[in-house]
């Protein structure tokens, strides 16, 4: 058994990028390797119900499936330098953004990864050398080519298709040009320190856009501030402890506010069609019960036009986080984040009614 924290993830998986780079920030020590087959195959998926990274192995033998519960279950452990931001508008800023970043930049990401085949072979190459390492080369490559077809096949359940391809893209841009500007004046989103909104944004950067070379040429060489931030979010503090959260009462950023109007304006409506389409799947919520992966289509706005994909009921789960949060702060600091929400032109969020939900494994269920 290890002494240390064991990170089951890849360079190549975007959520490992939300595991190891809180675990940097937070100066947790850890190893990590990606699984055999076995281990992903049989025991993730036995432990978990579906097979999948990153999975954190604790040196007292627990096993923690699911990014976001990793980084729960490790803040729990670590309070000290919380990633939870004081003031109530920060918090339930972060919470929104880490949303936002881990779920609704997925056909952006894939899009990067899987449009151009010049960032296959390194791919292939990780997971190749790990998920099957011992076998011959030769294998490795074809059972690396099966488990790519694997992915290639959800792409467009998730949105990426050719057809819209042009309209990610301008999305995308458009997305980092405002974090760009973003970052020529802040560190991190909340400011001098990582919050749970960069947790969340890492997601599409780490294990895509900044790996593979389109992306990277096309997206953040470019944009150098953007580019910092990615390559910072994988690095230490300069210092011992973690610098300041902005002070209680200190306004956000206006430079977040390209940010703001994507979560308001564009996966506000996705997470409403989704729910709408979780209604339609399961009229009865049934406790235990685990809701499909994807549900019905859903369509929303999107940069210039309006992007159509399957619904993924994991978002609805991230958002009924952000709304327990409002659940559970004092009345006044409470008070605050609901009129940043209305003000903000996001009221909608604040009537929806997301039955309970918990996480096992890549799907969620009835709580
Ligand atoms: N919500 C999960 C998502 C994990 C996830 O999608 N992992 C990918 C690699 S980045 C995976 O293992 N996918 C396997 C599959 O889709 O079958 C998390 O935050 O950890």
Redesign the pocket.
Known sequence: MQNVPLLFGAIC????G?VRSYLIKKGVQYVERVPTIWTYKRTIARRFG?????VLVMPDGEWI????IILDRMEARHAQQSVLPPDPVHALFAMLCDAWG?EFWLPADEWTRWSHPEHYPWWREELGEGLFAGFPKAIKNTLADKVAD??RA?LPKAGFTAEAAPLIARWTKRQADALDAHFAQHAYLSGARASRADFGLIVPFF?HIVQDAVSRNDILMPRPHLHAWVWRMNQPYLTPEAPSFPAVGTPLPTTLQPVIRSVFDEFLPYVDATLAELRKAEPKPVRGKRVERFLGEVSFPYADGILRRLAMP?ALWMVQRALELIASMPAADAERARSWVKDSGGARLLELDIPRLEVSG?TVKFA
């Open positions: 998986s975007q959520y490992s939300r579906d097979a999948a990274v990153p499936a699911d990014s976001t881990g694997s992915i959800l294990g994991y890549l």
